[in-house]
């Protein structure tokens, strides 16, 4: 018996030692599971499949809501791990993907709840949010003194500052017309924030290049977030068509529409030429080379493109009434909510083995002291 117990306490102190584990190294970009649930389930929705939009926006909200009670966690009770994150050139850039989460929900809040006031609580959220992110990480990556190589430090990650820029002005184009009453100053601020995301992307991207055929290229170096150099203009694109159809009418947009329209169908040309070249390297890694199929919490970094690049081609068609790439929408939507299933299935059976493990540990605790108590009970009986 005192055996079984000891394996009992052993098994429960590994399951606790492993959510400490967890929590201790929650990676930055773990808010990339509420995009890329949120922009299927707003794809979804776009497409009429309303029922599906509606499941996935209900797993949405307490995935994000999750994943901020678990980053606050590691932030009070593991605060020198998650402080050395913000200085690290491989983790650091991740923390973007809170503000790009947060306009994600914000949309869906509009698009499926028509809530405009959570809408536009979450995007002065996510605007403060890329404020703090884009000034803390930058600068602290600036200033460090030991940094490493380009081939050590930059990967398709970093592009994760482009689409939170990109994102809050999506949500800005939707929500901010409705509470500023001078339609032309937002179309200002907000074009501008599309000006920067498209900038940083270029800056980013030319590295990202650079490091891809300059650099000895391993099938380890190939991580998921890697798709985000895709994703990133396809949101780019969501941003320009809803510059043009939410604030196409101010001053602003009207004399620069010719100019935001190019820049819209350049990101997503440039998006449409990053898939066959991500989707070749992707099977070089996998099948040439062999690398493993496992869940892995940045895989979320791999079906946010899928999906977000389904929305933005739904948006060109409306803008430029290309109805002949509607198709591309519609396949792009079942492509990112079939990875979206495979990805949540791997994180449900990681969930449900550590909840096996739980639950086996707690009931052959309670097993142990049930016969402890009958036993010290028979032993009472006896003595007396």
Not at 45 to 52: I, K, Y
Not at 112 to 137: E, F, G, H, K, Q
Not at 234 to 254: K, Y
Not at 292 to 303: A, F, I, Q, R, S
């Amino acid at each position: 018996m005192v055996k079984r117990q000891s394996e009992s306490h052993a098994t429960l102190g590994r399951v606790t030692q492993r959510v400490e584990r967890s929590i201790e190294t929650l990676h930055p970009s773990y808010f990339a599971a509420a995009m890329a649930t949120g922009i299927v389930s707003i794809a979804c929705w776009r497409l009429g499949l309303l029922a599906v939009a509606d499941l996935l926006f209900w797993v949405n909200i307490p995935c994000y809501c999750l994943v901020w009670l678990a980053t606050i966690a590691r932030a009070v009770f593991y605060r020198d791990a998650f402080l050395r994150d913000w200085t690290s050139h491989a983790r650091g850039p991740g923390f973007f993907t809170s503000v790009a989460a947060t306009c994600v929900v914000g949309l869906q809040f509009l698009l499926l709840r028509d809530d405009r006031v959570v809408a536009m609580a979450l995007w002065c959220l996510a605007a403060t949010l890329w404020m703090i992110c884009t000034y803390a990480i930058f600068v602290a990556l600036s200033i460090r003194e030991d940094k490493p190589s380009l081939a050590d430090g930059i990967n398709g990650g970093w592009l994760l500052a482009v689409v939170a820029t990109q994102s809050v002005c999506v949500l800005g184009c939707a929500v901010l017309p409705h509470y500023v009453a001078d339609r032309n100053a937002v179309a200002f601020v907000l074009t501008a924030c599309w000006l920067c995301g498209g900038m940083l992307y270029i800056w980013m991207i030319s590295l990202i290049f650079y490091r891809y055929t300059f650099f000895r290229f391993l099938p380890s170096d190939l991580m998921p977030p890697y798709w985000i150099n895709m994703g990133a203009v396809a949101i780019s694109t969501l941003a320009g068509t809803a510059l043009l159809g939410d604030l196409g009418d101010t001053a602003l947009i009207a004399s620069i529409k010719p100019f935001v329209q190019g820049f819209t169908i350049l990101y997503w040309a440039t998006a449409t030429w990053w898939i066959p070249m991500l989707l070749v390297l992707g099977i070089w890694r996998h099948f040439v080379r062999r690398i493993p199929l496992t869940y892995d919490p940045l895989y979320w970094g791999l079906v946010f493109p899928l999906g977000m690049y389904s929305v933005c081609t739904l948006r060109l068609v409306a803008t430029f009434e290309l109805s002949f790439l509607i198709w591309v929408s519609r396949g792009f939507a079942m492509v990112a909510l079939a990875a979206w299933l495979l990805t949540f299935f791997g994180l449900l059976s990681n969930g449900v083995y550590l909840l096996v493990l739980t639950v086996r540990s707690v009931a052959q605790s309670l097993q142990l002291t049930e016969r402890s108590s009958v036993r010290e009970s028979l032993i009472g009986g006896q003595t007396s």
